[in-house]
């Protein structure tokens, strides 16, 4: 059973251009979180999707978009880039709980952006 | 707002001692979950153990355990008989319920002395 996959693991951009990072949920997760972790910081939440919409959104400028895939993968973008975007990104899939309660989060590897 | 507050940046432990990793946090809400995260060089996140707030018994996974203090807001994390594999970087988080997002801590280095 794989689990979250990222893709690429390093990318490294100049100030101005775009860039597009892709996530592969665990088998049988339908939400996918991505989160920005900086250096020496702790990963602050981006945004959230599920059933191809997003569900809850963080304190992010309009530059970073996302989008969920019917097979429940997700791609994160980021316009415009500026130096300060230079992150580990990570991507977090579980499964939706209705009935209330918190489902585990499970991290990928996450993605090293940087923006030169 | 949630905010999570780790007070140690940096700690270090003997092999097969006992180390404790500090966390604060807060909230007004009554029903919540808090979880310590653990992240190797290899940057995975790995889920070590977590808590919800409407249980008064602490968690514990194995060599892994936890004080939670509601009235204090204190979720501290206890790792007994250290090993070499437990070196890496800890994060405290705080969740509402309902697939809220992870609010995190700004991390503890812990080094693990052979």
């Known amino acids: 059973d794989a689990g979250v996959t990222q893709s690429p693991t390093h990318l490294i951009k100049t100030r101005g251009q775009q860039v597009t990072l892709r996530c592969s949920p665990k088998?049988?997760?339908?939400?996918v979180s991505w989160y920005q972790q900086a250096l020496g910081q702790g990963p602050q939440f981006i945004f959230q999707?599920?059933?191809?919409?997003?569900?809850q959104r963080g304190n992010f400028p309009d530059r970073f978009s996302g989008h969920q895939f019917p097979n429940y993968s997700s791609e994160l973008n980021v316009n415009a880039l500026l130096l300060g975007d230079s992150a580990l990104y990570l991507c977090?899939?579980?499964?939706?709980?209705?009935?209330?309660?918190?489902?585990?989060?499970?991290f990928g590897p996450g993605t090293r952006l940087t923006v030169l | 707002a949630q905010t999570v507050t780790q007070s140690q940046p940096e700690m270090s432990v003997q092999e097969a001692e006992t180390v404790t990793l500090s966390c604060t946090y807060d909230?007004?809400?009554?029903?919540?979950?808090l979880f310590w995260y653990k992240q190797p060089p290899s940057r995975q996140m790995i889920l070590v153990i977590r808590?919800?707030?409407?249980?008064?018994q602490n968690a514990t996974e194995n060599r892994f355990s936890v004080n939670f203090q509601k009235a204090a807001k204190s979720f501290s994390l206890k790792i007994s008989d250290s090993q070499l594999g437990d070196a890496a970087m800890y994060f405290c988080?705080?969740?509402?319920?309902?697939?809220?997002?992870?609010?995190f801590g700004k991390g503890t280095r812990l080094s693990v002395i052979a």
């Open positions: 808590q919800e707030a409407y249980k008064q």
């Open positions: 988080a705080f969740a509402n319920s309902g697939n809220t997002p992870l609010v």
């Open positions: 088998s049988g997760h339908d939400t």
């Open positions: 999707y599920y059933e191809e919409e997003e569900r």
């Open positions: 977090a899939s579980s499964l939706l709980n209705r009935l209330a309660g918190q489902n585990e989060q499970f």
């Open positions: 909230t007004s809400e009554s029903d919540y979950y």
